[in-house]
């Protein structure tokens, strides 16, 4: 337990760590948010993985139907967005980093970015549904699937993907309002070294959003290979 | 134990961006080559380095407490017991004969 030596007289007081009286130190507190955090996280986890799990079976399942659809998914809008998403998270980590060091300036700069970019993300994500509806790949209301004996089979993968890049982007749009909070708070110099949890709290669910796309885009986009 | 504030390297961050960018090209690449059941295998131990880079250095697990990865750990194990019972139990279903309600055998006409 190496604590950091701060000259007397010089010690951040509780308002400034918004040390709460349950806690005996801010750095305690800090462990107690994280593990907190990363609690709801696991029902996140477990909550995007009864969706996979459903994947995981009816690709079993249906295996040729699975992989047929992947002619129907825009590879290079899929690719992009996973880019996009993982320059924001790196945006993201700069800017709990700007945060601990105490740059208000840096850390509005990466929460904007950091907005941008999931902006973008939900943008192409849009175009990408919009051509999904075009394309009559909607199951449940609009769904002709061209090659005819995958149509009830392929659907279900149709379903999987909007129920679970739906889901996605739901969490995105929450992402965004948190952010926005943070940019607030930060104009308001609520953050500096002695006090940034919250910005390291949603930085940490930002950063879960992005891991499930990692696995979204090879297990929706990527199943059969192409020529 | 309590951990201090660990503040990242931005040499550190740039790198686990770029290598994470570098496996989004290779995942895709290789989806484009016929390798059989090894594609979906290929596909998923890329995806889990992407994210074990992610929840490493930038969701900073290396700088937390035992308790906090245990806690991620066990997300997982809980994670593979969820996939693994429903899987099972789908791979099952069948192995042993069950009436239904359309099977006209006296058995299941006994039973009603």
């Known amino acids: 337990m190496a604590e950091t030596v701060i000259p007397v007289g010089q010690e951040p007081t509780a308002e400034e760590t918004h ?13 107690a948010a994280t593990l907190g955090m990363w609690t709801f996280l696991i029902t996140e986890v477990l909550f995007f993985g009864g969706m996979f799990a459903a994947y995981a079976i009816y690709r079993g399942m249906y295996m040729d139907a699975f992989a047929s659809t992947s002619e129907f998914m825009n590879v290079v809008l899929g690719g992009t967005n996973t880019a996009v998403l993982i320059c924001s998270s790196l945006t ?6 700007a ?26 994500k849009g175009f990408e549904y919009h051509a999904k509806w075009v394309e009559h790949l909607v199951p449940g209301f609009n769904f002709h699937y061209p090659i005819p004996q995958f149509e ?38 609520v953050f500096s070294a002695t006090y940034y949890a919250p ?10 959003v992005d891991i499930v796309w990692i696995f979204l885009f090879p297990l929706l986009y990527l199943i059969g290979h192409r020529k | 134990m309590t951990s201090h504030a660990h503040i990242p390297n931005v040499r550190t961050l740039v790198i686990v961006w770029l290598a994470l960018l570098c496996l989004t090209a290779l995942t895709t690449t290789v ?15 890329i995806a889990v380095l992407k994210a074990s880079m992610v929840v490493w250095i930038f969701m900073a697990v290396r700088y937390t407490t035992s308790l906090t990865k245990l806690f991620v750990v066990a997300g ?4 593979g017991i969820m996939i693994l019972l429903t899987a099972s139990d789908y791979t099952s279903r069948d192995w042993t004969y ?3 309600p359309w099977s006209h055998n006296a058995a299941a006409g006994a039973s009603r």
């Open chain 2, 98 to 100: 069950q009436p239904q």
């Open chain 1, 199 to 208: 910005v390291e709290m949603i930085g940490l669910y930002w950063h879960f």
């Open chain 2, 76 to 79: 997982l194990v809980w994670l």
């Open chain 1, 92 to 97: 993201m980590a700069l800017g709990v980093r």
């Open chain 2, 31 to 45: 989806s484009y080559l016929e390798l059989g059941w090894l594609n979906i295998v290929v596909a998923l131990a």
């Open chain 1, 152 to 189: 009830r089979h392929a659907q279900i993968l149709f379903f999987l993907y909007f129920c679970m890049t739906g889901m996605h982007a739901l969490h995105m749009i929450v992402g965004l309002g948190l952010l926005s909070y943070l940019l607030i708070q930060a104009t308001r110099k």
């Open chain 1, 19 to 31: 040390l709460r009286h349950h806690f005996a130190t801010p750095a305690q507190q800090m462990d």
């Open chain 1, 99 to 124: 945060a601990q060091l105490s740059n208000r300036k840096q850390l509005q700069l990466f929460l904007v970015l950091t907005m941008i970019f999931g902006t973008i993300f939900l943008v192409i």
